[in-house]
């Protein structure tokens, strides 16, 4: 790394200019996805390139469009081998616009079955004493 000691970031100053918690930006530092931004002190402490807040705003705006975790590290790891990784975004948005689809079309039937049911819907003040039925109008 040929960036000098007084350049590299703490934590804290990461965690403020990102506007990500101390707590977050550890966790994403365990699972990979901020190397080779940063690098340990012989005690242990993070410091931080610079670029690792471009490589934080990346990550946020990809969470965004409901990528996960480990997608995302994939991405970042085709990106650190200095290759471009727009087709595996490309391939990974395309999956999520199938996801969001079927999701759309449970939810709809979903609605329909909910339409049923409160379409027939009988109000019923006494309970009937020989009736196991919790309530009738759920079949």
């Known amino acids: 790394m040929n960036i000098e000691c007084d350049e590299l970031l703490k934590i804290g100053e990461v965690a403020n200019r990102s506007g990500l918690s101390i707590k977050t930006i550890r966790y994403y530092d365990q699972l990979g996805l901020l190397s080779p931004a940063v690098t340990r002190t012989e005690s242990g402490y993070r410091l931080f390139e ?75 003040t006494a309970p009937d004493e020989e009736s196991q039925t919790i309530c009738p109008n759920i079949k």
Do not use: M
């Open 50 to 124: 610079p670029k690792v807040i471009n490589r934080l705003e990346f990550i946020r705006k990809i969470q965004t469009l409901g990528l996960s975790l480990q997608e995302i590290k994939v991405i970042l790891d085709v990106h650190d081998s200095g290759d471009v990784p727009c087709g595996q975004i490309k391939d990974y948005l395309l999956k999520q616009l199938d996801n969001i689809d079927e999701q759309i079309n449970n939810l709809n039937s979903l609605k329909a079955q909910l339409q049923l049911i409160l379409a027939d819907w009988q109000e019923l």
